[in-house]
């Protein structure tokens, strides 16, 4: 009786597992910033059908080049795009529903081959993956080159019936309609071929598997559909092919064969690290379980073709990618070999399913174990800022937020402006923006030259440092001319697992002034040992939602200055306590001792209330030190810190 309930059981088991895989995929899907690669992605998205069969990208200004992924997943994403918008859940559906649909098959691949044990528990290793979670969250290919390549071998096996006496296989292979298995698998397969290059070692795999199958069989079908495949992949091919012979991606490199697999392993068990591996303890679970499935298979009589059928799925694809890599680096990551991932979690829910059958108590820890790590690392890949992928959103909104139309915007790398322009554009930025270097040039000379051109044009000028240029053009030359030669008035940096996300904002126009402007309140504080003297302010402003205070401050010297000077503002209550602070050097890049003698220096004082301001009011306190040592200096009357300004907050 409870063997004729267990598929009801499982059927259910199923489907609870569809559901949280759907839910751990959508989970906080739009809480990441677009990244460079899934720019790329927006970009073909917004092409047509006939674009996008062409490959070409065109790199603003209008630079044509050529994609190196296949175009099915991007002719799959602009249909969506078309239907649902590009919002990030949109453009990031698709690999949703593909990290999905690869759930239930590893379920029937891990029931054909070993049990229906098996099958149950390779489906839960599919839906707690962190490293499935993570790129089913990216407008990438891999969820659908990892399902598409499971299911081009699973329809091979059941083309070819395999193991035989399999039930439904053997039904199919003996019915009329057989050829249908056969041009099912053809259409999936050439699917999987325009998805990514990997699949072509995959395909390596798939022809000692059909070789075998023909020998045994001398099926004619086979022949056919084969023949027809071969044709449908020739363009791809020739692609594949002009590609090699190009020049090396910069991107790309050698890794040796232990280090690739020690990554690729802990990263498909645990989750991708930015440390490229795994503790040892955290992959150990894991690693015995692919251990025990391996063994257990070679020892049992009935398990052992599917055994090393999933030995070669795993190592031929993996030594046939290697070998090429000696020819031309194609390595950056475990994403390009996701193909892998399936035979891995099978042979892994095998082993499972042993300890299991033989040591129940043992296979239920065993599985808690390896459910306790990923957990684990889900957290951490949720949670952790330093997981957090390059934040592009919050760099090009903040200067959508800030920059003035007589403001300009210079993005360094010419492919990171796809997803700049995404966000720049939704967040209403003004300020027009340009690329320097123009891609591909990596002549600094002509960048330098357009860039002080374009910062002697424009108010301010905002430059997106990074992500930097990734096609050899020396990241740092213009940055540190602009700190040269112009004036920083802020910077800031955000959270970035690869290429980074930062602005600098620079003038080229110094605040410097012959006299005090008609705005400005006269005051006369001296540090008499510095010749350094505040002249005057403008009336404090507090920002309608009283969370920013914003003040100019007028400074003079009476000589040259000696030493630089570190400025510190708090604004406080009658009681002393304090609302806000500003401590730091007035011009990070402009030292006092090259401020003019004689003239006005404008400093902006910025400051932030964490707490909000209730009516009342307020004093601006402030106080000068040394910019090295840190040490207050004297003012010639009062104390340390002068009262300089008085606000009061009306309710």
């Known amino acids: 009786m409870r063997a004729a309930h267990f598929p009801h059981r499982t059927q259910w088991l199923l489907v609870a597992l569809l559901l949280v895989t759907f839910a751990l995929r959508v989970y906080r899907l739009e809480a990441q910033s677009l990244w460079s690669d899934e720019g790329l992605s927006l970009y073909r998205a917004r092409l047509t059908l006939g674009e996008n069969l062409s490959n070409v990208i065109v790199i603003p200004p209008n630079i044509p080049t050529q994609d ?17 918008g590009e919002s990030e859940y949109a453009l990031r559906f698709v690999s949703v529903m593909a990290g999905v649909l690869l759930v239930p098959l590893l379920y029937v691949m891990g029931k054909r081959l070993f049990s229906e044990r098996a099958g149950v528990l390779a489906a839960v290793l599919g839906t707690f993956s962190p490293f499935l979670i ?35 296989g053997t039904r199919l292979a003996n019915s009329k309609h057989h050829w249908l298995s056969w041009l099912a698998w053809a259409v999936v397969t050439l699917a999987m071929l ?26 004619r079908e086979a022949l056919w559909v084969i023949a027809l495949l071969a044709l449908l992949a020739i363009p791809l091919t020739v692609y594949a092919l002009s590609r090699a012979r190009q020049g090396v991606d910069p991107v790309f490199g050698f890794r040796p064969l232990d280090s690739m697999v020690s990554e690729v392993v802990g990263t498909f068990i645990v989750g991708r690290t ?14 015995l379980m692919f251990a025990i ?20 799925y795993l190592f031929v ?52 174990m390896v459910l306790v790590v990923m957990g684990w690392w889900l957290r951490v890949q949720f949670t952790d800022p330093a997981y957090v992928k390059d934040d592009m959103r919050s760099a090009a909104c903040a200067i959508a937020a800030q920059a003035k139309p007589e403001d300009g915007v210079v993005v360094h790398d010419a492919i990171t402006s796809f997803v700049f322009d995404y966000y720049y554009r939704r967040c209403g930025g003004q300020a027009p923006w340009k690329i320097i270097p123009t891609y591909p040039s990596l002549d600094v000379g002509v960048a330098l030259r357009d860039f002080q051109t374009e910062a002697n044009r424009v108010a301010r000028l905002w430059f997106v440092t990074d992500p930097h240029p990734l096609n050899g053009f020396d990241p740092e030359a213009l940055d540190v001319w602009a700190r040269g030669h112009l004036l920083r008035l802020g910077h800031q940096k955000y959270s970035s697992i690869w290429l980074g996300s930062a602005y600098q904002l620079y003038t080229s126009h110094f605040p410097i002034l012959n ?59 009658r009681s002393g306590a304090e609302w806000g602070l500003f401590s730091e050097t007035p011009f990070d890049n402009w030292s006092a001792k090259k401020w003019p003698v004689g003239q006005y220096v404008r400093q902006v004082v910025n400051m932030a209330l964490p707490h909000g301001l209730p009516p009342g009011e307020y004093a601006l306190m402030v106080s000068v030190a040394d910019r090295q040592t840190n040490e207050v200096i004297p003012p010639a009357d009062g104390p340390l810190e002068m009262e300089i300004a008085t606000v009061k907050v009306e309710p």
């Open 515 to 573: 006299a005090l402007p008609a705005s400005a309140e006269a005051r006369e504080v001296v540090w008499p040992g510095d010749g350094l003297h505040l002249s005057g302010l403008d009336p404090i402003t507090i920002a309608p939602s009283r969370d920013q205070v914003q003040v100019n401050v007028y400074w003079r010297l009476d000589r040259p200055a000696q030493r630089n000077f570190n400025i510190t503002a708090r604004l406080v209550d």
């Open 68 to 84: 190196t992924n296949p175009p099915l997943y991007f002719v799959t994403l602009s249909a969506l795009r078309a239907l649902a």
């Open 194 to 219: 325009y998805t990514h290059f990997t699949t072509f070692f995959l395909l390596l795999f798939e022809s000692v598997v059909l070789l075998a199958a023909l020998v045994r069989s001398r099926r």
């Open 274 to 287: 930015n440390d490229f591996f795994q503790p040892w303890w955290a992959v150990l679970p894991g690693a």
């Open 317 to 368: 694809p993996l030594l046939a990618f290697y070998a090429a890599t000696f020819l031309r680096p194609l390595y950056t990551g475990p994403r390009h070999l996701t193909l892998l991932l399936p035979p891995l979690y099978l042979m892994m829910a095998y082993g499972l399913a042993l300890l299991w059958v033989h040591m129940r108590v043992v296979g239920i820890a065993a599985l808690a």
């Open 134 to 168: 993570w790129y089913a969250q990216e407008a990438r290919m891999y969820t659908l080159l990892a399902m598409l390549s499971l299911a081009s071998v699973y329809l091979l096996l059941r083309a070819i019936d395999f193991p035989a006496n399999r039930g439904e």
């Open 293 to 312: 499935g391996i063994s257990g298979g070679l020892l049992s009589k009935s398990r052992r073709l599917p055994t090393v059928l999933i030995a070669l």
